[in-house]
């Protein structure tokens, strides 16, 4: 069965990084759009960043543009996220999640993607 793993979170101060990690089975990993979304109690699922299958396509959300980057190795069948700069709004539980979508840029609708994550916490202190 198709399992994606997440890790790397942890508590970190303002201005600190982390990189998040998603190791990926069960699934042809190159043929898929990969996505991290994240998500505070109370709030809906929010899309960070994806990539698409070929990695030529790397969208980002406004808040995080220019402070995080996604990658991908398909010989690891591995997605990172890359945080730098982090902020204590950016804190909450952030999923990785593989879309069997081969379009050209990936989707930022958590709705349309296939599998999911159990998350891993960020928590970003002042």
């Known amino acids: 069965q198709v399992q994606l793993v997440e890790s790397g979170g942890g508590l970190v101060q303002a201005g600190g990084s982390l990189r998040l990690s998603c190791a990926a089975s069960?699934?042809?990993?190159?043929?898929?759009?990969m996505g991290w979304f994240r998500q505070v109690p109370g709030k809906e699922r929010e899309f960070v960043t994806g990539?698409?299958?070929?990695?030529?396509?790397?969208p980002y959300a406004d808040s995080v543009k220019g402070r995080f980057t996604i990658s991908r190795d398909n010989a690891k069948n591995t997605v990172y996220l890359q945080m730098n700069s982090l902020k204590p709004e950016d804190t909450a539980i952030y999923y990785c999640?593989?879309?069997?979508?081969?379009?050209?840029?990936?989707?930022?609708?958590?709705?349309?993607?296939?599998?999911w994550g159990q998350g891993t916490q960020v928590t970003v202190s002042s």
């Open positions: 999640a593989a879309d069997r979508y081969l379009g050209a840029r990936p989707r930022d609708s958590w709705g349309q993607y296939d599998y």
């Open positions: 069960g699934l042809t990993f190159s043929s898929y759009a």
């Open positions: 990539i698409s299958w070929s990695g030529g396509s790397t």
